[in-house]
């Protein structure tokens, strides 16, 4: 699989890598190892995860798959945003609830959500601090069994919470050390404009939403890294095709590619991510091994390309056609 270099981590990683927001969520421990497995197998050598992810037990799980792959993977995680507490209540419930999660993965977010209010109310903001940060990242490595996080970012962080001083001296000290690799912010793609703008210190790392409903993104001195190409943007423009099967044949004409076939739309959405973020890393999740490995030959297929470009053009001028048809301006 293509490779390349993870920013200022001074390490090289796969292009493609696997997002663990599923792990130990919907899937329990063996489901969520063999998925980390099946990513390995498929050749992906990125794995991206947070303390927040599988109710908190996500990074424990990477950890244990790590183990057997010591140096030869990379790793993202995050602070910020902190595991919920959980009673042994709450934990026993989790593991009644998982086949049911399953089947409905809205419950998922009810779940969490019960097992928050039980908790007690959290603060509406994470403090982005020294203190709080040390203390995550100590949980991080311990949970993850290794000495050094690769890239270490400050989960959905906004400008305005980036007010103590001594959060970016630490950051400073342990990239120094060898304890992290590199480190920035993975947040929300509305919220990074402002955040290069008055953070840039905090920002040698980005990490964010982008799609092939979105602009193309100017060059900057930010390694950058990219998940939800797929997800409810797929949904969303699959929904589309689906409405209007005129579209659908058009645009299938013009890719030269069955665009009402959701495997093919899906690949060259993908692809579309990897083609219009050469120097970034493109995250993906998933709960089934045969879509790991689709996206894998997806991502190598060379041939691919051009049609990934077309659709990104069409998806494009479509935004700008309501635009215009919206507000009467022409972007």
């Given at each position: 699989?293509?490779?390349?270099s993870?920013?200022?981590?001074?390490?090289?990683?796969?292009?493609l890598g696997f997002?663990?927001?599923?792990?130990?969520g919907v899937?329990?421990?063996?489901d969520?190892?063999?998925?980390?497995?099946?990513a390995w197998?498929a050749g992906?050598r990125?794995?991206?995860?947070?303390?927040?992810?599988g109710?908190g037990?996500?990074?424990?799980?990477?950890?244990e798959?790590?183990?057997?792959?010591?140096?030869?993977a990379?790793?993202?995680?995050?602070?910020?945003?902190p595991?919920?507490?959980a009673s042994s209540?709450?934990?026993?419930?989790r593991q009644l609830?998982?086949?049911?999660?399953?089947?409905?993965p809205?419950?998922k977010?009810?779940?969490?959500?019960?097992?928050s209010?039980?908790?007690g109310a959290?603060?509406?903001?994470?403090?982005f601090?020294?203190?709080?940060?040390?203390?995550?990242?100590?949980?991080?490595l311990?949970a993850?069994?290794?000495?050094?996080?690769?890239?270490?970012?400050?989960?959905?962080a906004?400008?305005?919470?980036?007010t103590h001083?001594?959060?970016?001296l630490?950051?400073e000290?342990?990239q120094?050390?060898?304890k992290?690799?590199?480190?920035?912010?993975?947040?929300?793609?509305?919220?990074?404009?402002?955040?290069?703008?008055?953070?840039?210190?905090y920002c040698?790392?980005?990490?964010?939403?982008?799609?092939v409903?979105?602009?193309?993104?100017?060059?900057?001195e930010s390694f950058?890294?990219?998940?939800r190409?797929?997800?409810?943007?797929?949904?969303?423009?699959?929904?589309?095709?689906?409405?209007?099967?005129?579209?659908?044949?058009?645009?299938?004409?013009?890719?030269?590619a069955?665009?009402?076939?959701?495997?093919?739309?899906?690949?060259?959405?993908?692809?579309?991510s990897?083609v219009?973020?050469p120097?970034?890393?493109?995250l993906?999740?998933s709960?089934?091994?045969k879509h790991?490995?689709n996206n894998?030959?997806v991502a190598?297929?060379?041939?691919a390309?051009?049609?990934?470009?077309?659709?990104?053009?069409?998806t494009?001028?479509?935004v700008?056609?309501?635009t215009?048809?919206?507000t009467?301006?022409?972007?």
């Amino acid at each position: 699989m293509q490779t390349i270099s993870l920013g200022p981590s001074g390490r090289t990683t796969t292009r493609l890598g696997f997002g663990c927001s599923s792990v130990m969520g919907v899937m329990n421990r063996r489901d969520s190892l063999r998925m980390l497995d099946a990513a390995w197998d498929a050749g992906i050598r990125h794995y991206d995860v947070a303390p927040s992810y599988g109710f908190g037990e996500a990074e424990g799980c990477l950890g244990e798959f790590l183990r057997r792959h010591a140096g030869e993977a990379t790793v993202t995680t995050k602070f910020g945003i902190p595991p919920a507490e959980a009673s042994s209540f709450w934990s026993a419930a989790r593991q009644l609830a998982r086949p049911m999660i399953k089947a409905m993965p809205g419950l998922k977010a009810k779940l969490k959500g019960a097992a928050s209010a039980a908790g007690g109310a959290k603060p509406a903001r994470p403090a982005f601090d020294a203190a709080s940060a040390k203390a995550s990242l100590d949980r991080s490595l311990a949970a993850l069994k290794v000495e050094r996080l690769d890239v270490f970012l400050l989960h959905e962080a906004e400008a305005g919470d980036l007010t103590h001083q001594d959060l970016h001296l630490f950051l400073e000290v342990q990239q120094a050390t060898g304890k992290i690799g590199a480190f920035g912010v993975g947040s929300e793609a509305g919220k990074i404009p402002p955040l290069e703008h008055v953070r840039p210190e905090y920002c040698p790392v980005l990490q964010y939403d982008w799609s092939v409903l979105d602009p193309l993104i100017s060059p900057t001195e930010s390694f950058r890294m990219h998940h939800r190409s797929l997800t409810e943007n797929f949904t969303a423009l699959r929904e589309a095709l689906a409405d209007d099967p005129a579209r659908t044949r058009r645009w299938s004409d013009h890719c030269d590619a069955d665009l009402g076939n959701a495997k093919v739309l899906a690949g060259l959405m993908l692809k579309a991510s990897l083609v219009c973020n050469p120097e970034s890393v493109i995250l993906f999740s998933s709960k089934h091994s045969k879509h790991v490995f689709n996206n894998v030959a997806v991502a190598e297929d060379v041939t691919a390309e051009a049609r990934a470009l077309r659709l990104y053009a069409l998806t494009r001028s479509e935004v700008a056609d309501q635009t215009v048809a919206e507000t009467g301006v022409v972007t």
